[in-house]
Nanobody, 116 residues
Framework: QVQLVESGGGLVQPGGSLRLSCEAS????????MAWHRQAAGKEREWFGV????????NYADSVKGRFTISRDNAKKTVFLQMNSLKPEDTAVYYC?????????WGQGTQVTVSS
């Protein structure tokens, strides 16, 4: 079992930056990738990025490419999401998602609001 806790959400102005964290507890060694998803009000949850926790390789959706960066610190069992040049359309609840050899797990989500 793996438990995920996101943090770092909040209110930011358009053009601003925010860094989210996703800390894992439990059997971190079973995780081989971590993804980020988001869900805006009235819309479906969408995937936008993933990191291979072993190699550090990343992949992003076009909607965030060049603005968002996913990184990890395996010693801290934490994955980070650096968000720059934020837009109002980035407003959503952000979730991390762990792929493990024993199943996949969601975090509880953290709200990000981009507004002036």
């Amino acid at each position: 079992q793996v438990q995920l806790v996101e943090s770092g959400g909040g209110l930011v102005q358009p053009g601003g930056s925010l860094r989210l964290s996703c800390e894992a507890s439990g059997n971190y060694s079973t995780i081989y990738a971590m993804a980020w998803h988001r869900q805006a009000a009235g819309k479906e949850r969408e995937w936008f990025g993933v990191i291979n926790t072993n190699s550090g390789n990343t992949n992003y959706a076009d909607s965030v490419k060049g603005r968002f960066t996913i990184s990890r610190d395996n010693a801290k069992k934490t994955v980070f999401l650096q968000m720059n040049s934020l837009k109002p359309e980035d407003t959503a609840v952000y979730y991390c998602y762990a792929y493990t050899v024993r199943g996949n797990f969601w975090g509880q989500g953290t709200q990000v609001t981009v507004s002036s």
